[in-house]
């Protein structure tokens, strides 16, 4: 899908953005409704297949501000399943009513499959955290190949110049920026293209394709995080339930699911168009062929889905999977040797401008784990539109901490669940962790709306540091000493933060957790 032909001679914007993924185009949208001439340049053709699809109430209260300050209507039924099923029925994604947990660690001698798991999976094995109160109003797993052309073609209609297909090759150093393009459709001539702004945004990823040609530097081995991964689509993957003794407080497989196994997890996202994107993460960095990342021909794993997502070797997980397959699209699987990526410009002038700005998922890459991606780009694509439309210059070195405050959060947040994971007790506590902040934003968010002094999750606030603190302090103790940690003190911990009750429950069964 082209956008337009390029001219020979330049054309001026007020904005370019790099990257067109949701925090690019949700940022254009903005900049375009308060009267900037916005350009949106991205490497690939649409629609293309992505990961980052498991949204979040932060993500969901985000959107939904968007298109009330903003008067883009068309976001909302990006916020609701409820929503998205009556207005863009078309748009594939799925219901994310919360967040399941299943161990299937050391059972297998127990079990004779996966029909054995769901009927008798023991509470200290399990975990449901509900995100919403109903169907109607839940969160959302979205299908990014339709997503990410749903959001383009409203920044079409929006008035934002859209150009696919074309890679950055230089920069001019200083603004007004003089942004070179190559057409990578036409390689390898290319067709050369010029465009001048005075503010780049930069929305492109971990690639960072405009931080790298202004001197940042990848120092991702300063991360705590560190982990490896495979993911596709998958077609043939039956729905599942589970036999709790009561009534779960949501359908236990319209979630973000997360199934333990050896060395790390799989992640299983449900879509309502019959295909679920599964992922395998690794604890640790794994020799992978490349550190980008790349496909894998789907005849590389004989063993079906199990065998790409190294599962085969628990029988309850491989009798889940027995008779899925790869979906035609991707249809093959991609794989990073080291999911983390950080970047640094090194020096004393290091200090971010009004005139060029980074989304924080460009800056860094955490983890698939708790599900932060679309929340931490959307948050940051609202923060930039508001410093630009507002000229907010003093204002963006707050901006600049806060995604630091917000990095280095996640990063010990998410490294702590990967240390205690070989004890689904810790790491349950370590998950209620991460769901105490995140529901002090998401409150925060409804009662409050958008406020630009605040950082996401609350990740600069003393409160919140000191509580990360004593809860890792707990759990490491416990880990070591291999001594149980009573509930008591995690759960007292994390009311200081947060007045749900989190860590309480002897069932595993949240059924409220959400303002």
Not at 117 to 133: D, E, F, H, N
Not at 275 to 283: A, E, M, Q
Not at 331 to 339: N, Q
Not at 468 to 488: D, G
Request: hydrophobic share 40%; with cysteine.
């Amino acid at each position: 899908m082209r956008s337009m032909t390029l001219a020979i001679s330049p054309e001026r914007f007020d904005v370019i953005v790099v990257g067109a993924g949701p925090g690019g185009t949700l940022t254009a949208l903005m900049l375009a409704q308060r009267g900037r001439k916005v350009a949106i340049v991205d490497r690939d053709l649409f629609p293309r297949f992505a990961i980052g699809e498991s949204s979040t109430p932060i993500a969901s209260r985000a959107i939904e501000q968007i298109a009330h300050d903003y008067d883009l209507p068309e976001l909302l039924p990006l916020a609701t399943w409820g929503a998205w099923r009556s207005s863009i029925p078309g748009v594939g994604g799925g219901l994310k009513r919360g967040f399941t947990y299943l161990d299937h660690r050391n059972l297998d001698h127990q079990l004779d499959g996966f029909n054995d798991l769901a009927t008798s999976i023991p509470a200290p094995r399990r975990l449901l955290v509900a995100a919403s109160m109903s169907d109607e109003v839940g969160d959302t797993h979205w299908v990014r190949s339709d997503v990410d052309s749903y959001l383009v073609d409203g920044c079409r209609r929006r008035g934002v110049t859209v150009l696919l297909g074309y890679e950055v090759e230089s920069v001019s150093n200083q603004s007004p920026w003089r942004l070179g393009l190559t057409d990578r459709m036409n390689l390898p001539a290319g067709r050369p293209a010029s465009f001048t702004a005075d503010i780049l945004v930069d929305a492109s990823g971990r690639s960072a394709a405009l931080l790298q040609r202004m001197g940042y530097r990848d120092v991702t081995d300063r991360l705590r995080t560190q982990t490896s991964a495979r993911w596709t689509h998958a077609v043939n993957v039956p729905a599942f339930t589970l036999t709790l003794g009561e009534p779960p407080p949501y359908p236990p497989d319209a979630a973000a699911v997360h199934h333990l196994v050896n060395d790390g997890w799989v992640w299983q996202l449900p879509m309502s168009d019959g295909r679920t994107s599964f992922g395998r993460v690794w604890k640790g960095v794994r020799p992978f062929p490349s550190t980008r990342f790349r496909p894998l021909g789907g005849a590389d794993f004989g063993g079906g889905l199990a065998d790409g997502l190294d599962v085969s070797q628990h029988r309850s997980l491989a009798d889940y999977l027995a008779n899925g397959s790869l979906a035609s699209d991707p249809g093959c699987w991609y794989s990073s040797d080291r999911v983390q990526r950080l970047w640094e410009r090194p020096g004393v002038n290091d200090r971010w401008s009004l005139d060029l700005l980074p989304l924080p998922t460009t800056v860094a890459t955490i983890d698939p784990l708790h599900s932060t991606g679309l929340a931490h780009a959307i948050s940051g694509a609202q923060r930039i539109a508001d410093l630009i439309s507002r000229g907010a210059a003093d204002e963006v070195e707050r901006y600049q901490k806060q995604v630091g405050a917000e990095v280095a959060l996640l990063d010990r947040v998410v490294s702590l669940a990967y240390r205690v994971m070989e004890n689904s007790q810790l790491f349950y506590s370590a998950c209620m962790l991460y769901f105490a902040i995140a529901i002090s934003d998401e409150e925060d968010r409804a009662e409050g709306g958008f406020r630009p002094d605040r950082a996401t999750w609350f990740a600069d606030r003393l409160e919140v540091v000191d509580v990360v603190s004593q809860i890792e302090t707990s759990l490491m103790r416990s880990f070591s000493y291999q001594k149980p940690l009573h509930p008591a003190i995690v759960h007292d911990c994390l009311q200081t933060i947060c007045h749900v009750e989190l860590a309480c429950r002897d069932d595993n069964l949240y059924g409220y957790t959400f303002a």
